[in-house]
Each structure stands twice: as structure tokens, then as C-alpha cells.
């Protein structure tokens, strides 16, 4: 077991008898003592792989799960929607004072801070407008080859097995036979002899590379001595090499070279920022002698939304937040680390506590949920109604057709495939009773209901095909667990433990 631990082998995979050595003298642990230990943890092993090892699974247990998986369903449906808020009628003013108070804590303010902050990264103190044009065309001069894209040819080769051959079918050619003619004859389809649109790099063999970037366009090239042999060599298309003109470049380069000029930046301004307020200054003092723009945000909430609940886009903004809702107003706090070379500085500039809001100041909102909940409601009480008249022998078309929507039927589903068509809650209640019943369920939609009947229960031919390799894993797993448990659980009974609570106080009193 030791000897095939990885932390003890070296480089090559064999047991090191030194890093073994070393890495229980740094753990502390005597190697006498971790071998005595080692062989417990592999009697414990022996003990525990005797009890459950190969356990097989009950087939009651796997025919089960692939009836459960495999069954198929066939159910027809409606969906009804929830009536518009405009056609519910405004509650009254006891209702609505009712409501709000049984739901006070929904409408409640939030705690919310006003928050300055100030970036000094690269990127936020860039100035485009420092770099010369001199710059940036000695950079363009100086990087050209990045600019610059290499010649390019479609090369199409024939390989030989001799050059007998190869000198042969270069004869026919200048006979007036063609190139794939030639390549025809030589066993070689269009597509074998064609290497495609390559630069020279792109073509490993050098002799190869040379001779076909020294032909002119439609040219054959004489015999060469290539890798796998002699080959002819025919070059059909000819790309230039090009150069991006500073013109298509210059924004870019501008934009690097002011990044440059600010990463250099970034220390200075830390400097003179930490300078400021460690001689007293303000955050907004420090941040304007370190030139450092400073942003306010009046007032946020602990999820980022402004009172209109709306989200505010902030920089780093999970840690901002954090920070800034454990800081105090007007305290220094540290600044936030930005990676790779940044920091953000920032300040609680007012806390707002969270408290509850009056009636008056949320009135339109609560009206509306209001509303929302009364259309749910009649949206209940309207499939309920359809439910009982199909319980009552009425087809589901017909309550379709009185109702003014669309039958529907979803055809052989199953608890997996249902989901797609009738949403999680409708495919677990089109599965939770037998043929014939007629359950309601929240819809795919939201403020949607469906009303379902179930026409037909098929059970599969093959129980067992149905349940996967993952599945039969986890289920042996799970058997394993509870044979484990099971004989852990005798064993404690066979073998009580009792805890000496005054003992394990002297113990740890010892320890430390």
C-alpha cells in the first residue's frame, strides 16, 4: 500500500524510499508509527471489502427502477391562463391595508449605502491622447513583421515511388499530357496531390518548400527530392505578401502604448493616494492629489440594485459590494486587489438603514401583487371547476371548446420526456396517479395551468433495458452503503462507546 502511493513515488513512478522519509518528517509523524497506522486503515479495508464487496443488486430493485423510468403515458390537456391585471377590479382600501401588513416584510427598504470609488488600473487611467504620433510610428516600424502577412500558394504534389518513375512522368508532360493526367496514371486522386493554400513555414519538407515557392504561377517544377520520395511539383495560385498599412493599425497600437504608459502609472498614483491619506486627506482629498477619478454611487443595495431596483454596473463589483457593506463611513479601508496590476479604492460615503416603507410609498406596487395573486387565484379556482366537470364524464375537448382554448394530447411521454412538454410540475403530476385521472398543475408559462386527463398507462416490454449503466452503479453504491452501515451499526452495539465528558475536557486543556 505505502509503495503505491503516489506522494512517495519519483519522476519515473517508483517507489523513493527519500521522499517518503522527507514527507512524513515535515508531516511530524514517526515511520514506525505511520506503518502500524497503514496496516490498521488496511485491516479496516479487508473487514469492510468482506461485508459488501460484488453485492449484487436485488432484480426486484432494477425491474422496479426500469418500470419506473421505461413507463409511457399518454395525456391529454389544456392549458388556461391567467386573467390580465386590468380586468381585476381594485382592491379596497381595507383590503389592501390587510394585505400589506400580512406582507410588510416584502415591501420593506433594504439597507442601502452611497459608495465612491476610485480605479487605478491600466486600463481606467489609459490617456490615448499621451502617446505622439512619433510613437506610434516608431512601434508600427519596429513590430512590422506582426503586420505583415506571408506569401501564400496552392501547391499541388505527385509522389513517386522512384525517380524513374518520376522523371518518366515528367517527360509526358512536356509531351503535352497534363498535370492530373499524370497524377491519374501515378494512382493519385485530386485530392492526394493537393496540399492546399500554404505559407512556406506551413510545409514541413524544406526541399519541397523550396522548390515550390521558386515557380511562377501555372509552372511545373522538375523532379525533387522530397521526405517520401521524388515529386513533381505544380504551384496553381499565387497570394502576395501584404502589409496592414499603419492606417488600419494605428488605433490599436495607440491604444497599447497608452496601457504601457499607464501600467507605469498605476504605482505612482497608489503611492500618492496612500501618501495623502496616511497625512489626513479625504478620500476624495487623497484620490484628487493622486489624479485618480472618483465615481459616486448614491445609493445601492446589498445586491447591487439602486432603489428603483435596478442593477448598477459596478468595477470588481461582488468583492466592491462586500467590502463596502462591511465598512464603516469614513474609515480608510483597504483597497481591492485587481488582477494583474490594479486597485480599486473606495469609500462609504452614507448608510441608509433598511426599515419598513409606509403604504403610500409603495401603494402601486402593492396593488399590483395584489392583483397578481387574485388572478392566480381565479386561475385555481377556474381550473378546479374544468377538473370536477371532466371527473364528471365530460370529454376534454368539450370543456376545451366551452372554455376557449385548445385540446392538446402529449403522446407516449415518459417522466423524462414529459418535462419538455408539460414542464417539471406537469409531468410530475401527469405521473402521480393511474389511467383515467384528472389532475391541474402550474404550466410550462408562468400564470399558466394546465388540466390534464391520463388516457392510457403502457408499462415497458423490458424492464431492465430502461435502467442505464450510471444508474445500476449508483444502485450497487447504494447498496454497498447500507451493507457498510449495517455492519458499522452492529458493530457499535457489540462494542459500545461512551465519552468521558470531564476526560476530553482535560485532554484539550492539556493540548493547549
Do not use: C
Amino acid at each position: 500500500m505505502i509503495t503505491e502511493d503516489p506522494s512517495f513515488q519519483d519522476a519515473s513512478g517508483s517507489f523513493s524510499r527519500s521522499t517518503f522519509q522527507a514527507i512524513l518528517r515535515n508531516a511530524g509523524v514517526n515511520e514506525n508509527d505511520y506503518i502500524a497506522r497503514q496496516m490498521n486503515v488496511a485491516r479496516r479495508g479487508q473487514l469492510v471489502d468482506a461485508i459488501a464487496r460484488d453485492a449484487a443488486t436485488p432484480a426486484i430493485f432494477l425491474t422496479a427502477l426500469g418500470l419506473y423510468n421505461g413507463e409511457r403515458r399518454t395525456v391529454d390537456f389544456l392549458t388556461l391562463t391567467a386573467p390580465e391585471a386590468p380586468s381585476i377590479d381594485d382592491p379596497t382600501d381595507d383590503e389592501l391595508s390587510s394585505y400589506f401588513d400580512a406582507n410588510k416584510a416584502r415591501y420593506a427598504a433594504p439597507e442601502y449605502r452611497s459608495i465612491a470609488y476610485a480605479e487605478v488600473t491600466p486600463q481606467a487611467l489609459a490617456d490615448q491622447k499621451s502617446v505622439t504620433d512619433a510613437e506610434v510610428q516608431a512601434d508600427y516600424e519596429a513590430r512590422k513583421a506582426n503586420y505583415t502577412t506571408p506569401e501564400r500558394r496552392r501547391v499541388q504534389q505527385i509522389v513517386f515511388s522512384d525517380r524513374a518513375a518520376a522523371d518518366a512522368a515528367k517527360a509526358k508532360l512536356g509531351e503535352g499530357s497534363s498535370f492530373e493526367e499524370v497524377a491519374n496514371e501515378a494512382g493519385r486522386s485530386p485530392a492526394d496531390i493537393d496540399l492546399g493554400t500554404v505559407n512556406k513555414a506551413a510545409i514541413p519538407d524544406q526541399n519541397i518548400a523550396d522548390a515550390a515557392f521558386s515557380l511562377e504561377e501555372g509552372a511545373v517544377s522538375d523532379v525533387v527530392d522530397g521526405r517520401f520520395g521524388p515529386a513533381l511539383l505544380r504551384v496553381t495560385t499565387i497570394e502576395p505578401a501584404g502589409v496592414q498599412p499603419l492606417a488600419e493599425v494605428e488605433e490599436q497600437i495607440r491604444e497599447d502604448l497608452a496601457l504601457a504608459k499607464a501600467a507605469d502609472a498605476v504605482d505612482a498614483a497608489y503611492s500618492a493616494y496612500e501618501d495623502a491619506r496616511g497625512g489626513g486627506s479625504t478620500f476624495n482629498e487623497a484620490a484628487n492629489q493622486a489624479a485618480i477619478p472618483v465615481k459616486t454611487v448614491p445609493a445601492i443595495d446589498r445586491s447591487g440594485n439602486d432603489p428603483e431596483g435596478e442593477a448598477i454596473d459596478l468595477p470588481q463589483k461582488s468583492d466592491l459590494l462586500t467590502a463596502a457593506f462591511d465598512a464603516e463611513p469614513g474609515i480608510d479601508a483597504l483597497p481591492i486587489n485587481v488582477d494583474p496590476n490594479g486597485y480599486l479604492f473606495y469609500d462609504v460615503v452614507s448608510v441608509d438603514p433598511a426599515h419598513d416603507r409606509t403604504l403610500d410609498a409603495v401603494r402601486d406596487r402593492v396593488v399590483a401583487d395584489w392583483k397578481r395573486e387574485r388572478a392566480g387565484e381565479q386561475l385555481n379556482e377556474r381550473a378546479a371547476a374544468l377538473q370536477k366537470e371532466i371527473e364528471g364524464g365530460k370529454s376534454i375537448e368539450g370543456v376545451a371548446k366551452e372554455a376557449g382554448v385548445e385540446a392538446r394530447t402529449a403522446f407516449g411521454i415518459t417522466r423524462q420526456s414529459a418535462v419538455g412538454e408539460l414542464g417539471r410540475p406537469g409531468a410530475e403530476a401527469a405521473f402521480s396517479g393511474p389511467a383515467g385521472d384528472v389532475v391541474t398543475a402550474p404550466g410550462r408559462e408562468p400564470e399558466t395551468r394546465l388540466v390534464m386527463k391520463v388516457v392510457e398507462v403502457s408499462p415497458p416490454a423490458d424492464p431492465s433495458s430502461n435502467v442505464t449503466a450510471a444508474q445500476r452503479q449508483q444502485m450497487a453504491g447504494m447498496l454497498e452503503n447500507d451493507l457498510y452501515q449495517s455492519y458499522v451499526t452492529l458493530l457499535q452495539n457489540e462494542y459500545p462507546v461512551r465519552i468521558n465528558p470531564e476526560t476530553l475536557e482535560q485532554a484539550k486543556a492539556l493540548a493547549r
